[in-house]
Each structure stands twice: as C-alpha cells, then as structure tokens.
C-alpha cells in the first residue's frame, strides 16, 4: 500500500485539524490503519488505529475523546480529526498500514507492525 499523507499546518491551541491519507494499492480495503506521530525529541507514539470494516478503533490515551479516526474503503482514504488541539499534539503524523492482519480486529500499537508507511504531514499547535 502506498501512502501520501496531507492536511498538516500551524493552528492555535484548542483548534482543529483533520488529517488525510490517500492510499493506492489493491490490498487497502482489508488492511488495519492507523496513525503515529513524532514529537520533536521524543519516540514515535501511537496515535490511534481502525480495522478494516470501521467495526474496531483505537486511541492512544493522550489524544482519547479528541481525536477520531474513520476511513473510506471505497475512496482508498483515512482521515484523523483532530480537535481541541494541545500544544504537546506538535508532530509529524504519519498514518501506515498493516497488510499482515488483513480483514482482522486485531490492532496494533507498535510502529513495528506496520509495513507500510507515508511520509508524514507536519501538525504545529502554538500555545
């Protein structure tokens, strides 16, 4: 699966942002999405993830009641809307794809088990 990444930019504190990912690639439809970001001087975090059927999501605890991720199967895209925007949410967000658990509920929160990753989009929060 390939992945571009876009929607990124500077926004105030308590604003939004909503992130895209535009994916190609026939094994897309089954595969568990997510989205991870990179602090500046930290380790890249879970952000939060969906199966393939919207059925299951997942949301790392800093960003739990604020961020939603959904998808479109038949636009090949996944979305992360992100509201009421904190300083410490500055980061490159990437989104990825797992296409070794195709059409399962299981997902994952290591960065290692995703195989396919966009380039990232830079999100900068100002306080």
């Known amino acids: 699966v390939q992945l571009q990444a876009s929607g990124g930019g500077l926004v105030q504190a308590g604003g939004s942002l909503r992130l895209s990912c535009a994916t190609s690639?026939?094994?897309?439809?089954?595969?568990?999405m997510a989205w991870f970001r990179h602090p500046p001087g930290k380790e890249r975090e879970f952000v939060a993830g969906?199966?393939?059927?919207?059925?299951?999501?997942i949301y790392g605890n800093s960003v739990k009641g604020r961020f939603t991720i959904s998808r479109d199967n038949a636009e090949r895209t996944v979305t992360l809307q992100m509201n009421s925007l904190k300083f410490e949410d500055t980061a490159v967000y990437y989104c990825?794809?797992?296409?070794?658990?195709?059409?399962?509920?299981?997902?994952?929160?290591?960065?290692?088990?995703?195989?396919?990753w966009g380039q990232g989009t830079l999100v900068t929060v100002s306080s």
């Open positions: 969906i199966n393939w059927n919207e059925g299951r999501t």
């Open positions: 990825a794809a797992d296409r070794s658990n195709r059409y399962s509920n299981r997902l994952g929160v290591s960065p290692s088990e995703y195989e396919d």
């Open positions: 690639g026939r094994t897309f439809s089954g595969s568990v």
